[in-house]
Structures are given as structure tokens and as C-alpha cells.
């Protein structure tokens, strides 16, 4: 086997190198670097996602900003690259890229190089041990299918998902509408999210961070509880007072007063109709 150095994982973030783009061995080296050296577990959004040894979840904005290229297109073709090298294997299907680093087990398992010589012996007996034991964890890490998502927690059902610059979903949750419905009572905050969700897709260039997008809802609700909410409606007229016995009668007389004077309202006449402020029509 070909000599091996260790190395911290922490000369990526050296302050001497800090100005300058990776090389594509810096690149693949970042890669292993920053995969999980042990099954765990990665959250994305109301979701957790199982994350196994030599794998690691990315965006490829993140990529590209990590290893300071000018373009993700650059990102695609280097990872397309590892994959036909059968080097890694990507999985896109949740928002993220799970990237599989291959072979990680072999060549980064603690036990691999040991730092204390093993007598021939022992070398013998792990390696009999190894031949007669099912190894259940293949070098490559090869899945046929990305991972199942594991279930949001009971009592916080997603709701929607709004999309990202980086191309993520941020997960908006049962109970983050209940607490903004709670803050802004004028405002139907489901149809509101439904809205953001169309203008967020209408314009990807103006989408917001992960980070960012929470501040970037309770902004436009704000707004709209200021403009009077979509929640409100005109309210109801109260039907008119009924009128007195007094005051009754006395539109009664009125009204008989009207009939007598100037006959029943003819809604067939079709006439010339006289205006009796012109002049004065009393005969002399």
C-alpha cells in the first residue's frame, strides 16, 4: 500500500490558503474530509435524515462556495466526473445531495493503519476473521435508493415547503403557522404562504437563504397585517331600527296626504315632465 499522512480536516479553513479556489484533488479531498466518519443522523428541514459512514449531505451552492469556483455548472461536471470514476455516488432526491464517498470504510477505518505494528499473528487472526464473517458493510456504500425520510415529530405536520436560493426546501410546519396566525390575526396566513410559495418560484433570482427565509415570511406578513390583513371583511350593516308607532303614523298620513294631492304614481306615463320650481302655474 502507498504511504498515508494524516491531516486536519481544518487546513480547509487555514487563513494562508483562504484566498485561493480549490484544485479539483482539493475538491475530492473536501469531500472526504467532510464525510461522516460514523453512522449519525442530518435534520433537513422537519425531516432527519440517516446519514451513513463515508456519506455527507451538500448543496451544490455550498460546494461552490466552499471550494470558491465561479460556477455550479463546474460543480456538476466535477461531481458527474467522480461518479463515472465510480469514486462517489450522488443522491439528489431531498432537497440536498447525498454524497457517498466510495470505499470510505476501507481506506479511513481507524483499525486500517494502526500506528502499533501487529505481530504476524494477530494479523493472521483478524484476516481469517474478516474472510469467514458476512461483511454487511460494502466498501462503495452503494445504495440503490436514497433513504427514507424519517417522520416529522407527532404534532408538527409539515404544512409547505417553500423553495430556496441554494434549491433546498424549507419546511413550514403546523405549528409555525399556528404561532404566526397567532401574530398577525388579521391575516389568512396559509393563503399568504401559498402566495410567497408562487412568488418565490415566479422569481428564483430573489430567492431567500434557509436561514434567511423565516425573516423573509414574517416580513411579508407584516406587511400585510399593516395593509389590514386578507382575513378582513366589511362588517355587516345593522338592519334599521324599527320605527315608532308615533312615527309610523305619521309617514302613513304623509304617504295618504301624497295620494290624495297628486293621485296614484302612474309607472306608464311616459310623458313630458313639468317641473314645478321653473314658474309659477296658478292661473290669475
Request: glycine share 4%; net charge neutral; with cysteine.
Amino acid at each position: 500500500m502507498s504511504r498515508w499522512i494524516r491531516v486536519q480536516t481544518s487546513i480547509f479553513d487555514h487563513e494562508v490558503f483562504a484566498a485561493e479556489p480549490f484544485s479539483e484533488r482539493e475538491a475530492w479531498l473536501w469531500l472526504i474530509s467532510k464525510a461522516a466518519w460514523k453512522d449519525t443522523v442530518h435534520r433537513i428541514g422537519a425531516s432527519v435524515m440517516p446519514v451513513p459512514a463515508g456519506s455527507l449531505f451538500v448543496t451544490i451552492r455550498e460546494m461552490q462556495a466552499a471550494w470558491k469556483w465561479t460556477s455550479t455548472r463546474r460543480v456538476h461536471q466535477f461531481l458527474e466526473l467522480l461518479s463515472s470514476q465510480n469514486m462517489i455516488e450522488t443522491c439528489s432526491e431531498t432537497g440536498k445531495t447525498l454524497v457517498t464517498v466510495g470505499n470510505y470504510s476501507k481506506y479511513q477505518n481507524a483499525e486500517t493503519h494502526s500506528e502499533t505494528p501487529e505481530s504476524a499473528e494477530a494479523k493472521q487472526k483478524r484476516n481469517t476473521k474478516d474472510t469467514s464473517t458476512p461483511d454487511t458493510n460494502t466498501s462503495s456504500l452503494r445504495s440503490d435508493v436514497c433513504p427514507e425520510p424519517e417522520k416529522s415529530a407527532p404534532g408538527s405536520p409539515t404544512v409547505i415547503e417553500l423553495p430556496t436560493v441554494n434549491g433546498d426546501m424549507v419546511l413550514i410546519s403546523l405549528a409555525d403557522v399556528a404561532e404566526w396566525s397567532e401574530a398577525f390575526p388579521a391575516v389568512n396566513v396559509r393563503q399568504q404562504l401559498a402566495a410567497m410559495r408562487s412568488w418565490l418560484n415566479a422569481n428564483p433570482k430573489n430567492r431567500k437563504t434557509s436561514k434567511g427565509m423565516k425573516r423573509f415570511v414574517v416580513s411579508w406578513l407584516t406587511r400585510d397585517q399593516d395593509r389590514g390583513g386578507g382575513r378582513q371583511h366589511p362588517q355587516a350593516q345593522a338592519p334599521p331600527r324599527p320605527q315608532s308607532p308615533s312615527m309610523q303614523r305619521h309617514h302613513d298620513i304623509h304617504a295618504r296626504l301624497k295620494r290624495e294631492l297628486y293621485g296614484e304614481p302612474d309607472e306608464q306615463f311616459a310623458g313630458q315632465t313639468v317641473d314645478l320650481a321653473a314658474g309659477d302655474f296658478r292661473s290669475h
